[in-house]
Nanobody, 123 residues
Framework: QVRLVESGGGSVQAGGSLSLSCAVS????????MAWFRQAPGKEREGIAT???????NYADSVKGRSTISKDNAKNTLYLQMNSLNPDDTAMYYC?????????????????WGQGTQVTVST
């Protein structure tokens, strides 16, 4: 059974940084994409970063240049480093996994989801 558990969220001031982690209960082979999504109150859940099993990454424009997605296969863990945070980054952040190529930002392609971790950015 595939289980994803996020951690690392919290409250941070604008301009600060956060590192999110997502522990995966089983090894997912290179055919899987992993992704970070976020959902702000009253908004749709949006994909912000993806990484394929071969290491290829993709970012939404909203986080490009100030975020890095990475994974440690030995630890079955996905990461998201976010810098230069601003209040628009306030949201619940979710990790997700799905078997696809290429990795997309749409929710429908991801079968497995974590419960989310809250990130709040204050001015």
């Amino acid at each position: 059974q595939v289980r994803l558990v996020e951690s690392g969220g919290g409250s941070v001031q604008a301009g600060g940084s956060l590192s999110l982690s997502c522990a995966v209960s089983v090894y997912l082979d290179n055919r899987y994409c992993m992704a970070w999504f976020r959902q702000a109150p009253g908004k749709e859940r949006e994909g912000i970063a993806t990484i394929h099993g071969d290491g290829a990454t993709n970012y939404a424009d909203s986080v490009k240049g100030r975020s890095t997605i990475s994974k440690d296969n030995a630890k079955n863990t996905l990461y998201l480093q976010m810098n230069s945070l601003n209040p628009d980054d306030t949201a619940m952040y979710y990790c997700a996994a799905g078997r696809q190529w290429p990795c997309g930002m749409g929710r429908g392609a991801y079968n497995y989801w974590g419960q989310g971790t809250q990130v709040t950015v204050s001015t």
